[in-house]
């Protein structure tokens, strides 16, 4: 009952949303409509349990002394800042939700949009920018004409950056702009295609793995 | 530029100096901008997730006496069961109608969009009027068509390893990965390129949004708090690197040593 009823239910909703697919009616188009509409409501109850997951592993942190422990206040400090300006509008008047009447309120609240605008936005902008550094140390390492392959890759991302420079971008006798638009629409989508092809096909089979109860790892043990 | 602004801006200046300084090493202050942006991340996604997904679509509904929605509410405080060590087997029902859902509506969606209208795509018609284009490496040339049809199936083919590449189906294998090469050296130098301009984009920020303004007295705000601002991150900044060098040279490099 605890462990063969999950794997049950999997297999009964696996097999209605997989066939309803294929049935133009009403009554299975709204209840397939429901299941598609109660799907993000239960992840967001999933996702309470990760916050709480966060919550208790910082405050352990905190509690216990572990090592770099400091740092846990921060992460709580960002986290409930959030909540706290999420919930109340610009003059600290609680609201659970949000309505056309009160301006500046939940994520229109300033703070909010403070917090969003110069703490998140410039970390993580910087983050992704700190990877122009770890990526021109791996292009080194790439970027070597050993072999016929890695000079096919050489040459494609070559002409890729020096297309986008504003020295040799412009350079008609190259014909780079020309020469990457062709490398970006025509080897590099047929990869993709392959590639996309693939994850597709692989999909579809651990979904139908998971669906007639061939894959159970997911659930857990015990 | 009004003074709180040019406060605020200041905060994201330091927060990216910060960031970047994970360049010398994993330090402080690197590691005080990655915990708060992650706890910052957190509390924005709760809340957006709060005001768009559960209170209109849920709470609201509830409130508007749609009973069937006591459904997801049941199935996601069911989810809650995880906690308890005795009644966490309550946990699987709510994860088995998830999983359940999304595998059942996965199958026919991945086939129809990773696989049929992939198939679709690359099957055009071969245009032999215009077969080596109008000018030079023309995409929409017949030629260029055939090569995206048989190089996405040459790579497919070099995925498949239940058989031998050996022969012709060798071949075409080797073809393939021709073509994936190139394909990969392509979105390597496209994310580069990617990478660059968002370092751009910050050195941009720090220059005309924080120094250009730290230092601007035709602002009809500018106080002298602006530069002291500006200074005082300068100097932590620089406080941080003394502290660094004195650090090595007491104990050596062995210690003080990045840990990237």
Same mark, same amino acid.
């Given at each position: ?23 133009? !009616? ?21 996702? $309470? ?45 609680? !609201? ?28 993580? $902008? ?49 014909? /780079?702009? &020309? ?14 295609? $392959? ?28 | ?49 709060? !005001? ?24 996601? /405080? ?8 005795? /009644? ?17 509506? $996965?199958?026919?969606? &991945? ?7 992939? /198939? ?44 031998? !590449? ?77 502290? &660094? ?16």
């Amino acid at each position: 009952m605890k462990r063969q009823l999950p794997f049950f239910l999997v297999f009964v909703f696996g097999a209605f949303m997989a066939i309803q697919y294929f049935v133009p !009616h009403k009554t299975s188009e709204a209840i397939y409509e429901f299941f598609i509409d109660i799907l993000p409501i239960i992840g967001v109850f999933a996702l $309470a349990l990760g916050i709480w997951s966060l919550t208790k592993v910082s405050v352990d942190k905190i509690r216990y002394r572990r090592e770099n422990w400091q740092y846990a206040i921060f992460t709580l400090l960002g986290l409930f800042l959030m909540i706290l300006f999420g919930f109340t509008d610009e003059n600290w008047g609680f !609201h659970w939700r949000m309505s056309p009447e009160v301006a500046g309120e939940g994520t229109d609240n300033p703070n909010f949009r403070l917090l969003f605008n110069y703490v998140m936005i410039p970390i993580q $902008a910087t983050m992704f920018a700190l990877l122009a550094f770890f990526i021109a140390s791996a292009s080194y390492r790439a970027f070597r004409a050993r072999n016929l392959l890695a000079t096919l890759l050489l040459i494609a991302a070559l002409i890729l950056m020096l297309r986008f420079t504003p020295f040799f971008g412009d350079w008609i006798g190259l014909r /780079l702009s &020309e020469t990457a638009t062709w490398l970006m629409n025509v080897p590099n989508t047929a990869a993709q295609r $392959a590639i996309v092809m693939g994850v597709g096909l692989g999909l579809v089979a651990t979904a139908l793995k998971v669906v007639l109860g061939i894959e159970r790892d997911y659930m857990g043990r015990g | 530029m009004e003074f709180w602004n040019f406060f605020w801006t200041t905060v994201a200046a330091f927060f990216t100096l910060a960031t970047f300084s994970f360049l010398y090493k994993d330090n402080p202050l690197y590691k005080i901008a990655e915990h708060l942006v992650v706890g910052v991340s957190a509390g924005f996604f709760v809340m957006v997730l709060w !005001h768009t997904t559960l209170v209109p679509n849920l709470i609201d509904r509830l409130a508007d006496g749609r009973w069937i929605y006591l459904i997801p509410l049941v199935l996601g /405080l069911m989810m809650w069961f995880r906690f308890s060590k005795k /009644l966490s087997w309550m946990s699987r029902y709510p994860m088995a109608v998830y999983i359940g859902i999304g595998a059942g509506v $996965a199958i026919p969606l &991945e086939m129809a969009t990773k696989v049929i209208r992939q /198939l679709n795509g690359m099957m055009r018609p071969i245009d032999w009027e215009n077969f080596f284009g109008a000018g030079w490496l023309d995409v929409t040339a017949g030629f260029s068509g055939i090569l995206l049809f048989v190089g996405a199936i040459a790579g497919l083919i070099y995925f498949f390893f239940s058989k031998a !590449h050996t022969g012709v189906f060798g071949g075409v294998a080797k073809f393939g990965l021709w073509i994936l090469m190139l394909g990969f050296g392509a979105s390597f130098g496209f994310t580069v390129m990617a990478r660059i301009s968002l370092l751009i984009n910050r050195i941009q920020f720090l220059d005309n949004e924080w120094i250009s303004n730290a230092f601007d007295s035709s602002n009809e705000h500018y106080t002298v708090m602006y530069p002291i601002l500006f200074w005082l991150v300068i100097l932590g900044l620089v406080a941080y690197i003394v502290y &660094e060098i004195i650090a090595y040279r007491r104990r050596g490099p062995e210690e003080t040593a990045g840990t990237t």
